[in-house]
């Protein structure tokens, strides 16, 4: 309580707060009860290329760790029959590969930024299962021309533009993804719109924001 007291203190000292996103601007009115200016990250557009979504696959980008939900994922890819495609390492690693163990999931562990481009650009959306500050996933995969699935919480609400660049998931379950999963249409989503929206976070644009 002391620390927390003293955090509460320390947090009336800075002249401006700036946070990445309304959802971050709303966690330090509630604890601190200071108002922020909100600041969206830069997202490197060029590390993509817009792709086709010419594979069968879903496609997951994350670091391998407990409470970004992956299982979700994985139960809610088996549930729909569809493969799902993930990028990344981390703790969790062991864990989440025991749990796919006979589902359609493909570890690919730590790759290079070539291959992401490649993998997230010709899969049909990616898929945001945990909820994050910012959300940036969502725009890394529309950067490829791919929409993306994302659990309607924290900072995907701002990157998503629902029925334009993805589509949401109410509940945190395997099942509410799962129906997501069978509902998605790709067809209703264009690479160049996708690529717009994400280049509109463009560093560029951080600067002149900045």
Do not use: M
Request: charge should be neutral; proline fraction near 5%; charged fraction near 20%.
């Amino acid at each position: 309580a002391g620390l927390v007291a003293w955090d509460k203190r320390a947090a009336q000292r800075p002249t401006l707060f700036v946070a990445n996103s309304q959802n971050v601007a709303g966690r330090v009115l509630r604890y601190y009860g200071r108002e922020s200016q909100v600041l969206p990250c830069p997202v490197d557009v060029d590390r993509f290329t817009s792709g086709t979504g010419s594979g069968d696959y879903f496609v997951l980008v994350s670091r391998l760790l407990h409470y970004k939900n992956i299982d979700i994922a994985i139960a809610g890819c088996a549930l729909a029959g569809v493969p799902l495609h993930i990028i990344g390492s981390g703790p969790a690693q062991a864990a989440l590969r025991a749990l796919a163990a006979g589902t359609r999931t493909t570890f690919h562990g730590y790759v290079d930024d070539r291959t992401v481009d490649r993998i997230v650009g010709n899969a049909r959306a990616a898929i945001l299962p945990g909820s994050e500050d910012f959300g940036l996933v969502p725009l890394e995969a529309a950067a490829a021309g791919r929409p993306t699935i994302a659990l309607a919480a924290g900072g995907a609400l701002e990157t998503i533009i629902e029925g334009e660049t993805g589509a949401f998931f109410r509940e945190a379950t395997a099942a509410s993804l799962a129906q997501a999963l069978r509902d998605f249409d790709s067809a209703r989503y264009l690479p160049a719109r996708l690529r717009a929206h994400a280049e509109s976070f463009a560093p560029p644009r951080f600067v002149e924001r900045l």
